[in-house]
Each structure stands twice: as C-alpha cells, then as structure tokens.
C-alpha cells in the first residue's frame, strides 16, 4: 500500500476548492506521517479517545476534524484543539460545544450533519430541523456553524448517491442565502467523492482510498 502515491492520485482528480480530509480512524502514527510529511495537515478521526491520543502523539500543527458521532459528555476532550466538528446532531450537543468552547477561549467551528441516506443507523438531523439551530447558534459566542456534513446510503447505486447529494447541496445552497457563514459542504467519501464534488462538495472525507481498507 503506498500512501503517498494514493494521496497524489485522488489530488490529481480534484481542484484545489476542494479539501480533502484523510481519514486516519484504526490507522498508525506512522502512517499518518506519511503524507504529513509531504505537507498535508488535515486528518479525520471517528473515535474521541482514538482522536485525543493522536493529537498527543503527533506533531501540533495537525487540523484535526471529527466527523463520528460525538457524545456530550467527550466534548471536553477534544474542545481545547479540535479544528471542525463534522457531526453535529443535536441542540444540546451544541449547547455543550459552546461550553467547551467557552471553558477553552476558543469559537469552535461546526457543521451540521444532515441525514440524507435510508439507513437507520445513520446520524443526522431532517432538514426541516436545521434552520432553526444555525440561527440559535449564531447567539453563542463560543461555537460557530460554517457548514453542512451529510453521507449518502451505502450503495453501489450512482443514481440513489447522486439524489442523496443534489439533496443536501440544494439545502446547502438555499440557507447560504440567509445565512453567509456557510460555506463548508462535506460530502464525499472514498467511494462516492467524485459525485459529491459534481454536487457542490468542497471538502471530502477520504479514508480508504489514501490509507487502504480497515480491518
Ligand atoms: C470512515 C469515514 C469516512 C471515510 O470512509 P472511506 O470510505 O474509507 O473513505 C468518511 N466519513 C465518515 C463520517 C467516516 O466515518
């Protein structure tokens, strides 16, 4: 598996509006470093206890992202150096963010995480839902909403990938309206990264394709 040569490969495919997050979950130190040191910086992790112990060990200038679910009573592990929270789901978790936040002296950035695939068991909230919690967000001090996060159903199906996607980004563009802040669109994972991007996708969350398949 050669890293390196796999990072240039998805880079190549992608203009430079897009950011692409590395998704280090189960993955070592060592690889890791592999493409931080040809000068990319930003990784993503799904576990709390996995993303602390990382942002110990490796070097400070890492952005780390958590794009897993997140319960509330972790916030405070990550709060003092995390980059982007991806999966925010709820009001009370955002509440709890802007706490952390406070306690840290630091806004913390966010995207809400919208659920766009039928799957039960993924995270998100409906997007009728949305709305409503970024502009009870903008009167916290502490936490700041820049985006939306959204992972389409689990499928080898382009068709039902590309719905799932037109949907979150035409959700996207119309609160951009009333809403400048935003400006982040996380969809796109090793599988589906180029159809996310034909939707308005400016930062991909790739895991595999980089770092090859978890056990
Ligand atoms: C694991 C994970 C990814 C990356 O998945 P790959 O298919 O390995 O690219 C992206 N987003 C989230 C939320 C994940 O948990």
């Known amino acids: 598996m050669d890293i390196v040569k796999n990072f240039k490969l998805i880079k190549k495919t ?15 130190k060592d690889e890791i470093l592999k493409i931080y040191n040809i000068g990319h910086k930003n990784f993503g992790e799904n576990k709390i206890q996995e993303l602390k112990e990382k942002y110990n060990q490796l070097p400070k200038d890492i952005k780390w992202h958590m794009i897993g679910h997140v319960q509330r009573n972790k916030v405070k592990y990550i709060a003092p150096f995390i980059e982007l929270i991806h999966s925010v789901d709820s009001l009370k978790l955002m509440l709890e963010i802007n706490k952390q936040g406070e306690k840290n002296k630091r806004t913390i950035k966010c995207l809400l995480q919208i659920k766009i695939a039928n799957e039960e068991n993924k995270f998100g909230l409906f997007k009728d839902e949305v709305e409503n919690l970024i502009s009870l967000s903008n009167n916290l001090n502490y936490i700041k909403i820049i985006g939306l996060m959204g992972m389409a159903t689990y499928t080898n199906n382009d068709k039902i990938i590309d719905r799932e996607f037109k949907e979150i980004y035409n959700l996207f563009k119309i609160l951009k309206i009333s809403y400048k802040q935003l400006s982040i669109l996380s969809i796109g994972m090793s599988n589906d990264y180029l159809i996310a991007i034909n939707n308005g996708s400016n930062m991909v969350r790739i895991g595999s394709q980089i770092f090859g398949e978890r056990n």
């Open 14 to 28: 992608i203009t430079d509006n897009v950011q692409i997050i590395a998704v280090s979950k189960t993955k070592s």
